[in-house]
T-cell receptor, first 112, second 115 residues
């Protein structure tokens, strides 16, 4: 919880611009995730990563990209190819095994 | 892949009454079922979870039941209080190697506790 930071809290961009959302954790968790949340819908998985330099597509990866160069960091880039990028983006982390997923505070992205 | 359906989408109860939220899942291999509470503008937080080797789990006013045969699980909140008002999400997870267990979430239930 307190060990996951997402910045900024609110982000505004013009259509056609790429934008990168930050997610940093000091929990020493191995796995990190990015979710997208739209009004009236559940959380949908964009990308996840088990270890450094490895990541996998989730259910809605099109138009997004990620990197995992450090264990503590898992930035998400929303590219201009994402057709409807306005949403609330949540980062989560988890220890190995049965551990709980902990969520960051989220970034609300508005693209106009 | 896994599909999780959650009902109802909205639920209003009087303070002190009980609330029940139900979820069904499609993948019989799913073996972990957490419930998250999300207050307006905040992050989701785990309130209770259950593994497939257990049929029921309680934590004070909150309980979760699991029926593996029917592939459904439910959240029960007793003696509801205004601070229970939030969106509740169920989720299901399948066993995978490594640390990155994936969760598939339901669409959420907006619970309103009326004073």
């Amino acid at each position: 919880d307190g060990g996951i930071t997402q910045s900024p809290k609110y982000l505004f961009r013009k259509e056609g611009q790429n934008v990168t959302l930050s997610c940093e954790q000091n929990l020493n968790h191995d796995a990190m995730y990015w979710y997208r949340q739209d009004p009236g819908q559940g959380l949908r998985l964009i990308y996840y990563s088990q270890i450094v330099n490895d990541f996998q597509k989730g259910d809605i990866a099109e138009g997004y990209s990620v990197s995992r160069e450090k264990k503590e960091s898992f930035p998400l880039t929303v590219t201009s190819a994402q057709k409807n990028p306005t949403a609330f983006y949540l980062c989560a982390t988890k220890l190995a095994g049965w551990g709980e997923q902990y969520f960051g505070p989220g970034t609300r992205l508005t693209v106009t | 892949g896994e599909n999780v359906e959650q009902h109802p989408s909205t639920l209003s109860v009087q303070e002190g009454d009980s609330a029940v939220i139900k979820c069904t899942y499609s993948d019989s291999a799913s073996n972990y079922f957490p419930w998250y509470k999300q207050e307006l503008g905040k992050r989701p937080q785990l309130i209770i979870d259950i593994r497939s080797n257990v049929g029921e789990k309680k934590d004070q006013r909150i309980a979760v039941t699991l029926n593996k045969t029917a592939k459904h699980f439910s959240l029960h909140i007793t003696e509801t209080q205004p601070e229970d008002s939030a969106v509740y999400f169920c989720a299901a997870s399948q066993p995978r190697s490594g640390s990155a267990r994936q969760l598939t979430f339901g669409s959420g239930t907006q619970l309103t506790v009326l004073p």
